[in-house]
C-alpha cells in the first residue's frame, strides 16, 4: 500500500496512536475500518506485524452475512472490559458451521488492532486511539472478495455492500477517520485527524 516515495501506512498509523494516550486501559487501539475487499486485512496485518500487536477482524465477531448491526454486543464484550484493564471476550464466529464457536478471551495489550467493517463504530469512538479509513473502487473490491469467498458468493456480497453502505453513512465513519489510507497503493496516506 505504500510504494518507495510514499510513507508506509502501516508506519503512519502507528506513529499517530503512540502520540496520543491510551484508550484501553494502559493500551491504545488502532481501528481499520473500511467497505469490504479494500485492502483492510492486510493493512491491519501490516500494522501488527510493525507492533508485535494482536489483531482482530471483524469477521469472526459478525454472526454472518446479516451480522453487522449486531456487532455492537460483541465490541461491548471485547471493549469495555479492556478500557478497565481487564481481559475482553468475544464469541468466534464459525462461518462454515454457521454460528457461533469458541468464547475467544483477550488480554489487555500495549496496542490491539481491530480490523473490518463495523470496527470503528461511533459508539465507541471514546475507546479508538486512531481510526483509518481505506477504501478501493467498488469493482476491485468485488473481485478481492469474490477470489477470497469464491464465486458463490456473489449475492452475499452484493447484500452485504448495500449493508456496510448503510452503516457507514449512518455511522459517519469516512468523516471520522484519523487517517486515510488508498487500498489500492496509488496514493500516500492522507492524515485527517
Do not use: N
Not at 475487499?37 to 469472526?60: E, Y
Not at 475507546?127 to 473481485?143: I, S, T, Y
Amino acid at each position: 500500500m505504500g510504494t518507495a516515495s510514499s510513507p508506509d501506512p502501516a508506519a503512519v498509523a502507528l506513529d499517530l496512536v503512540r502520540s496520543r494516550p491510551p484508550t484501553l486501559g494502559s493500551g491504545r487501539l488502532v481501528c481499520v475500518d473500511g467497505p469490504a475487499g479494500s485492502g483492510k486485512t492486510t493493512l491491519a496485518g501490516r500494522i501488527g506485524a510493525l507492533a508485535a500487536a494482536p489483531v482482530l477482524h471483524m469477521d469472526d465477531l459478525y454472526d454472518g452475512w446479516d451480522g453487522l448491526p449486531r456487532v455492537g454486543e460483541q465490541l461491548d464484550r471485547l471493549l469495555l472490559p479492556l478500557s478497565r484493564g481487564e481481559t475482553g471476550t468475544y464469541r468466534r464466529y464459525d462461518w462454515h458451521a454457521g454460528a457461533y464457536a469458541e468464547t475467544v478471551a483477550v488480554a489487555p495489550a500495549p496496542l490491539l488492532v481491530l480490523e473490518g467493517v463495523g470496527a470503528g463504530l461511533a459508539a465507541y469512538s471514546s475507546l479508538v486511539g486512531v481510526l483509518v479509513w481505506v477504501e478501493a473502487p467498488a469493482g476491485l473490491r468485488l473481485e478481492r472478495g469474490l477470489a477470497r469467498d469464491g464465486a458463490e458468493a456473489e449475492p452475499h456480497w452484493r447484500r452485504w455492500t448495500v449493508a456496510e453502505a448503510a452503516h457507514f453513512a449512518a455511522d459517519r465513519t469516512p468523516e471520522r477517520a484519523d487517517l486515510l489510507v488508498d487500498g489500492t497503493g496509488q496514493r500516500p496516506p492522507l492524515r485527517l485527524g
